[in-house]
């Protein structure tokens, strides 16, 4: 018999019913789901026999060692978290370090017998526990039997036995739940599960085979236990400040830390190694690719959202993130790399903000940023697509790094906020600075993307009318012109571009350079000649709202007299470089003697370009110009940072624990023009939760005033950190530093 | 005056509508989106005028070079197609490789005063072209004028000039538009946009500084032209083979993976790097992430797609990719592989599909399988949750690393299977040979886990009752067993496991894993004592429903007698490793004399594993136990590969150029069953577009013929491949080979 085959298209079998296909499951790819969830768990049996029962049943286990209290001495003033350094830590649970002995308190129902008795602490994470996976890790008080966390009884007395166990230094960070097994002949016998025991174990600076150790006390304090930090932006030669409550301690924190893991579906096994949990951070901050916190937005409307100027600190991003399980909007730079740090410093990994000041950006690794003029030396803004951000804030934290040779362990640059480029992904590190630094960029992760960041240089084209274009200067020293970070210990700045890059015209910066080449970085080899005119521009402090000063000096270096055509721009910016609106225009044409120099002047008014302000009110102006006599092409940028008006936050400069304090919020609006939408948040380390106000119109020239009675809750410096944001203004801000007393 | 605020909760503004935010914008971002879209163009004027108009407004332009004709030089028999070696593609386009010359014909109004005349040729690829970016390349025919493309004359004849083009080497790779442009002294005259004019330009290999340049004709002809190929399966004792039409030179298959790239959002500028783009398309081939080319699936449940087993060839997977925009259901390991190798052969990167024989998997770069035994020996199957995949698929492709040091060029691991573990992301590679043979692995991308995947220990635990584990055995040498590929021009395989590892036991073999570990591989590093007693598992061929005999042997190596209790487990496992059932299971009490050996004989009846059967038809024996007189455990495993029954496939063996062929195509149920729902596929290079057909039953014992006639497109060697699939029956195969004369 032969059967009849029908013909059908190639695309085959019937289509899925809605034209989606329906959720494949992974039956024949692996033999259990991996597992990735550190909020999963799985229940223990209380009795657990061995073998089969015999012609009566199993034996009753009453006979045997049984367990009547499980004490985690979990105070916050106990000796587990003040030895561990996580006594901030605002939490229902036992919190400790790895690598470093902690205690607990069991008490039977009679004195335990060395000889006798048999009992094990287990300890269980995830929902697929499993010894050589280390998420299953049974803890041995006898020396003959230990398991890869040490064991031992540091306390007898009556019934009670006090265990000092000491997790493995490379064992996994998160919520771990502990059982107590007493084992019998017949089986074993645990007790109940019970959520109180729960435990987190975290990274541990102070464990000195730790991955993240630092050497360090004071970095360890500043970097793991510090609260309050300062981010810097502005522009390098007028950096401004910006406060940040990290908040990594306070309730509800850490558990969102470990849910951010979750929803990553970082396997649990994973989550030892500092190396992989911070690049899977990296990608989890930004919500591209797989819904992860924060959604990046530069666009100016922040109508569903928070604006990126008007957080005050991490705790509401977070608790929203944990709580709603959505993205939380919006998020710039700074924003990412706060939030970021919090997630460090949180999980016990050294951790500090950082700022490139003038950051190559989007440009895929390349080591140039093109802006291109016309025949006439003028900026030609269509064909000029690359930005330099005027600032980028990214992250460094401290670990070793044994998947590299000897020599790139310490800092390591991991950045959240999305790049364009890098790669497709939405992630960038860790990229070990010292890598960087030495031009090693053929190491993971994403070593040659930072390297640009900081080590671009900056080619004017000239575009001749056949589309064809020369490289007429090449400025190798803009970008990554300071690199910043908060002082150790102390509320001030900290230059560290030295870690970066060796200084600017040495033998070492050039070694560096050719090494990097090697490893395919692409930079302008053109060497065009210097012009003999210098054009500089100023370097002012200008308040917003306010008419300025702004002289173009020609400075001729040649002892033949010159004639500039030049052209001055002025424009509104992002942060990121981005022009919106030229605002001013000028050309002239300036005769300048053999060493002499000339200044043109002009003033900018600020009606001109307070229509355009964009959140952060940045000018930028470029001048450039061509040499008559020489043809040559001179060119400069200047970024005027347009400064705020301030908050004021008055409070008592003493307080006292559990004494209610006073603290005054106050802000004038010093425009002509009323300010609409006007959101104020407030917030300090254990003094406030984040708090918002809405002021719906604040008329020009009147004030708002918010007081607030505050609690503090501990002993030690604190601070008050406000914002006051709405569609017309961002970016005003205002702190407050006090002492607590006992 | 002042105003009086409201609190408002921490969460502030108002909610977005439907719970979502909306799409923000890039607006502050970037100055402009990212050109990743090389479908996108833009146009050019016809005529752009410089500076401003005269009072009479701009003069006419016609007194200048007029173009009447443009020729491409297109045929497939011409001298540019062949000299590219792209004369196998099926288009309607010109298709060139980078970094070698080709022809374009212009015919103007009048001859061409090289003196007098100025014009160049434009070339443009995306949506924002830009001179600096090599998105925009104007090509001189004058030796003074050069930019980074060549271009020179090569013929003149009254108003015909051939103008020879040379892109520079490392030009990006995609499809780009030409214009000819006619410079005047008052602006420029174009060509109108014509897509004829649209040229394909791609990798070279034959260009010695290409980065993917090979050196060896053989080679290229077979990673880059050749279009039927041999995927290795089964296992490494009994290996089977798939024949595969690439078909990348099919009609739209270039534009397919083009597409790819698109739909990846890949920049237009990155287009240019194998490195980019070979990373870029291990992420997109599979769906997980990005709606990527292919959904994987291992469930056995492939109702709404086509089952993996049942796909000839990779043009109906890109070409239906390409037209509904949807990943396409459902791909395994070799199909990925496939395909991806087809994206590779297109677009002129040299790539070959590997098999690697008992490939470590999911285990996260570890250099540990775990086992777990108990404590008897026996095999525990709820905590063994490691699996070995009998075989794994993946891509080579050659090409030169910049980014690394010197050495480690040459063959790269690309893999586009979803890894679920492998950095969170589903991708890997490149990662060099050369590095993974040396245990190099602290270079990007992916060096570790693909060095896993050859080099894993399997590690034999015994489980105690308190929970604790102890390893009793470790192989060494079971995992990536073997490695092979197609040999060059040759339907036989090629064994290039010394590629990826030194011998088994040779002095480098051992540096290189301790390389591997200074660079974090985990390692098991105990070494417990080999048992004096073997148990040695049959190598036997098997045909699927076959009742056959499997002997377990005990080899005692000491001078004393061994009591062995053995065990005997056999379950039908995916080609992952992952086991369904077991369908057998024997205990036994073996006594062996001094020196002696003894066989356990037993029949393994087709009923018992018929029921259990999955789509790759594999038994997996364990066989385990433990030695009375010493404690020993002894374990032993091995795959049997379940030979299905074959397509017959009848041709003559020698056609003619369109002239009709007559294939048939035969099956036969040798069951007693009915076989249901059965489709059919069957493809040639050159010969047949992929078909398919249906047959609702083929009850059993009856056979299914199917004639097809076929008319040959081009001379020389050529092949048909048949599948057949249905739920009862998977990886049922085909094909026939014939010589196509003139």
Redesign the interface.
Same mark, same amino acid.
């Given at each position: 018999?032969?059967?009849?085959?029908?013909?059908? &298209?190639?695309?085959?079998?019937? &289509?899925?019913p809605a034209?989606r296909?329906?959720k494949?499951? +992974?039956?024949?790819?692996?033999?259990?789901p991996?597992d990735s969830s550190n909020s999963a768990t799985s229940d223990f049996p209380e009795l657990e026999y061995?073998g089969v029962p015999g012609p009566r049943g199993f034996p009753p286990l009453t006979e045997f060692l049984d367990i009547t209290d499980v004490d985690m001495l979990k105070s916050r003033h106990g000796s587990n978290m003040s030895k561990h350094h996580t006594m901030f830590f605002n939490s229902d649970n036992l919190i400790v370090r790895r690598g470093q002995e902690f205690q607990v308190k069991v008490t039977f129902n009679r004195p335990y017998k060395p000889a006798k008795d048999?009992f094990?602490l287990?300890f269980v994470i995830g929902s697929?526990p499993?010894?050589?996976?280390g998420t299953?890790i049974?803890v041995?008080p006898n020396k003959e039997?230990q398991?890869s966390w040490e064991g031992r009884i540091t306390n007898t007395s009556d019934n009670v036995v006090t265990m000092g166990i000491t997790p493995q230094t490379s064992c996994i960070v998160g919520k771990y739940h502990m059982y107590v097994?007493i084992?019998t002949p017949f089986g074993?016998r645990r007790t109940r599960r019970d959520k109180s025991r729960d435990l987190y174990i975290l990274f541990n600076p102070w464990a000195s085979d730790d991955a993240v150790y630092l050497d360090d006390e004071r970095e360890r304090e500043e970097c793991v236990l510090t609260e309050v930090g300062v981010i810097y932006h502005g522009a390098y030669d007028d950096v401004a400040e910006r406060y940040w409550n990290y908040g990594q301690f306070n309730y509800g924190v850490l558990d969102a830390c470990l849910y951010i893991m979750d929803r990553?579906?970082?396997?649990i096994? +994973?989550r030892g190694d500092p190396i992989?949990i911070t690049?899977?951070a990296s990608?989890m901050l930004n919500s591209r690719?797989?819904d992860g916190v924060m959604?990046? +937005?530069?666009?100016?409307?922040? %109508?569903?959202?928070?604006a990126p100027t008007s957080w005050t600190g991490s705790t509401?991003i977070l608790l929203?993130y944990a709580s709603t399980k959505?993205?939380v909007?919006?998020a710039q730079c700074w924003v990412y790399a706060a939030v970021f740090n919090t997630f460090l410093r949180c999980l016990g990994i050294p951790s500090r903000v950082v700022t490139n000041y003038y950051s190559a950006?989007?440009n +895929?690794g390349n080591l140039?940023m093109?802006i291109?003029l016309d025949d006439n030396g003028r900026i030609d803004r269509n064909? %000029?697509?690359?930005?330099i951000w005027n600032y980028h804030c990214w992250n460094e934290c401290f670990m070793s790094r &044994?998947?590299?040779?000897p020599g790139f362990g310490g800092w390591q640059v991991v950045d959240a906020t999305p790049q364009?480029?890098s790669?497709?992904?939405y992630r960038c590190g860790p990229a070990s600075v010292q890598a960087i630094k030495h031009g090693q960029?053929?190491?993971?992760?994403d070593a040659?993307f930072v390297f640009a960041e900081v080590n671009s240089d900056v080619?004017f084209?000239s575009?001749r009318?056949?589309?064809?274009?020369e490289p007429v200067k090449v400025n190798r020293t803009h970008v990554g012109r300071m690199v910043l970070t908060k002082s150790t210990g102390e509320m001030s700045r900290r230059d560290i571009t030295d870690q970066y890059k060796f200084p600017e015209g040495s033998p070492e910066e050039r070694t560096v350079l050719e090494k990097a080449e090697?490893?395919?970085c692409k930079r302008e080899r053109s060497d065009p000649s210097t012009a003999d005119v210098d054009l500089v521009l100023p370097t002012l402090e200008v308040s917003l709202g306010e008419d300025f000063q702004f002289d173009l000096e020609f400075v001729n270096q040649s002892d033949e007299p010159r004639t500039v055509d030049a052209y001055l721009s002025g424009s509104v910016v992002?942060y %990121?470089?981005?022009?919106?609106a030229e605002f001013l225009f000028r050309d002239c044409s300036v005769e300048v003697g053999p060493r002499k120099s000339v200044k043109e002047s002009m003033t900018v008014d600020s009606k001109k370009y307070m229509k355009y302000l964009?959140e952060q009110a940045n000018l930028h102006f470029i001048a450039s110009g061509k040499i008559r006599e020489t043809g040559q092409i001179i060119t400069s940028m200047k970024v005027v940072v347009l400064h705020n008006p301030k908050l004021i936050i008055e409070m008592p400069s003493v307080g006292k624990v559990n004494k209610e304090m006073v603290a005054k919020f106050e802000f004038t609006n010093p425009f002509s023009f009323s300010l609409e939408g006007?959101?104020?948040?407030m917030e300090g380390p254990a003094v406030m939760?984040?708090?918002?106000?809405?002021?719906s119109?604040? %008329?020009g020239g009147?004030?708002?005033?918010?007081t607030e009675v505050v609690t503090p809750q501990r002993v030690g410096e604190s601070r008050l950190i406000a914002t006051l944001d709405c569609a017309a203004l961002r970016q005003v801000s205002g702190q407050a530093s006090f002492t607590i007393e006992a």
């Open positions: 018999m032969s059967h009849q085959g029908t013909s059908v &298209p190639p695309a085959s079998p019937p &289509p899925p034209g296909l329906p494949t499951t +992974n039956r024949g790819r692996s033999s259990d991996i061995f048999k094990a287990e697929s499993q010894f050589s996976k299953y049974p041995f039997r398991s097994a084992q074993i990553s579906q970082m396997p096994a +994973n992989k690049r899977k990608a690719d797989d959604v990046g +937005n530069w666009s100016g409307d922040y %109508t569903y959202g928070v509401d929203t959505l993205p909007a919006y950006h989007d +895929n140039k093109d291109i064909r %000029t697509r690359d930005s &044994p998947d590299l040779p364009e480029t790669d497709g992904m960029i053929c190491f993971p992760f040659p080619v084209y575009r009318t056949d589309g064809s274009m090697e490893y395919g992002y %990121t470089g981005v022009t919106t964009v006007v959101y104020v948040r939760a984040p708090k918002v106000k809405y002021y119109v604040i %008329t009147s004030s708002v005033v918010w």
